[in-house]
């Protein structure tokens, strides 16, 4: 089912405002397409224009209230959001900051606390001077950081919101498994990234907002690079890493392949990978920590070649490619049923890397793999 | 040509650092994908995950200085840049912030004043709560707005800036041309939707950061909702609009067609989009300015429907989707040799509208378009 049932949204404005009230907020302020999709299931691909800014408020009680540009009030009028002000935006004297200041007087009492996220992982959309004159023009109101509220209410997903994580592992499972159709030595990894992408829409990916990847002989430099034109050769390792998006939601995996023959070492480096993977996939229960999972992981791959340059292990995602926790030795969030997870072990291979990426979900009780699992040994294209 | 000659850097540098002075900005700082892209070369889909800041400085003097996270090492050493400073991220206790503060102090005076954009269209991106405690660690060093500069520079293209948005607005082209191999009446829209981004990428594209589209019974109602299951059917009108992406720039353009003979209120309202495409283009010449545009585009919709919500008739465009300036009637940016613009008139058609869009370079003399001309009449599926 595309969408969601109203009572999600009933839910998770319920559950931010009694966060809120824990924590002394009268409103939370929100500026990007996650937040302000979280608590509206505004859905549109329109956010890749940098022009205009969104805002959705949060209220102490009630549903929340959008102020958007005009453009947007159709979309926005077939969520469950009733209270919807526009104006007509790029307006290059106002864009928007007088009508969002209204509106945060009218429902936020005159001391009142306003949370805006201003912690790891967030920015503020909207344009620095109009946030200045924004705070100017809210009498006594004041604007503080969200305590976390977000990040907290985001990181733990429904069952509504797995099941599209899962669509969307589903489909990149199915594009991975017809990588032999599209890459064998001698075509160009720029064709290869084109074609998977193609692969991936024709599986049923909405759209395919991430792709990472790589190929070199016996593993590669970096995971970040956009594909050179260079073609496959013998020897190469492949990797291809997706974040592609079925109803607003990602997933977040990777496949690597032998171009032909893979070397001892290049076997041994993934069989180290999957060892890692599982490693940490037995420490995924509730109770355990975000850390927890990166020493298991790494405890496997320092006995190998050693890390990476990644700086983390894995992370969360859901409606954003990474979200919160991040596995490294410093994050001990504790782990809930809900939380979805990449495993994402890194190892060296000489002068190269070679990287691995699972998506798992973590339960009452043992973890489930969303992506389909890959196996120990290294395919071979 | 993939990537740009190392003049085209040192020439955006120096141009940056001429306005600094006249300004007397001692340092710019940024923090966006295309801003620091704008001066680095630095191309990389990586910004999709929000977890990790990224800085690049651009000193008074000498070549911009990167402070990275280390992920970004080796595809950063590939451009010009020399200085490149890395911190493992994500780090929970300091993301980069105390290296960027040294970095800062290191490259600006006592009591330097250093710009950073904060303008319309643009936002920092970087927690709110590190932007803060960066302020407090320059000392008596001062960040401000960046007077505009980013926006000046960007606005104007090179000739290589040119050919890529050249090379995306062919490809879309192309793709536009093969709608009929996949959109005809009982085709649900959502896979049109899929099936069209398949074709930006077998003519060409790297990616498909963004497609809207709508199809409805003698027009649509708004532009930027997600595609539905609905299947065509006659007497839609369908309209597809994407920016897909060469090389990091953008084309950004539409195309409508009727799902079998279109109405004669369709017909008209089509006639009047590109008589509206005419009438500006005629305009679009060194000297004239945004509003001009509108203006020569809003006379000749008023006499048919009437305008659309969208807020604007056009606007820039390059490594973003959307750029400054844009075609409204108070945005009075005189138009200048090098800069690509979108003509995007809309019109109503009773209850629905209809959306048509361009794209052209502003030239010593006539414009050119850059994307291939749409007819006068809508084309029939």
Known sequence: MRGFEQAEF???????QDLMQEHGLDALLLTTEPDVRYFSGFLTRFWESPTRPWFLVVPATGKPVAVIPSIGAALMAQTWIEDIRTWTAPDLADDGVSL???????????????????GHETHLRMPLAGFGRLKSEIDRRRITGDLGILRDLRMVKSQAEIKKIETACRIAGEAFERVPEIAAAGVPLDQVFRRFQMLCLDQGADWV????????????????????????????????????????????????????????????????????????????????????????????LSRGGGGTEAGRLGHGLGMSLTEWP????????????????????????????????????????????????????????
């Not at 009933?10 to 931010?16: G, L």
């Not at 969002?100 to 201003?118: H, K, M, Q, S, W």
């Open 326 to 381: 991040s596995l490294i030795p410093t994050d001990h969030t504790v782990l809930k049923p809900g939380m979805v997870l990449t495993l994402e072990p890194g190892i060296e291979v000489g002068s190269k890397i070679l990287v691995h990426e699972e998506n798992v979900l973590i339960t009452e009780g043992a973890p489930r793999f969303l992506s389909p699992k890959a196996g120990r040994e290294i395919p071979e294209l």
């Open 100 to 118: 969002l200041a209204e509106t945060l007087r009218e429902l936020v009492p005159d001391d009142g606390l306003i949370g805006c996220p201003d």
């Open 209 to 300: 907002p991430y792709l990472a990847g790589a190929a070199d002989q016996g593993g590669y430099g970096d995971v970040i690079s956009p594909a050179t034109q260079q073609p496959l050769k013998p020897g190469d390792v492949l990797m291809l890493d997706t974040g592609l998006v079925w109803d607003g939601y990602f997933c977040d995996f990777d496949r690597n392949w032998s171009v032909g023959p893979a070397s001892p070492a290049v076997r041994a480096a993934h069989h180290a990978l999957i060892d890692a993977t599982e490693a940490a996939f037995e420490q995924a229960r509730p109770g355990a920590t975000a850390s927890d999972l990166y020493h298991a992981m790494n405890s496997v």
């Open 10 to 16: 009933e839910d998770r404005t319920s559950r931010a």
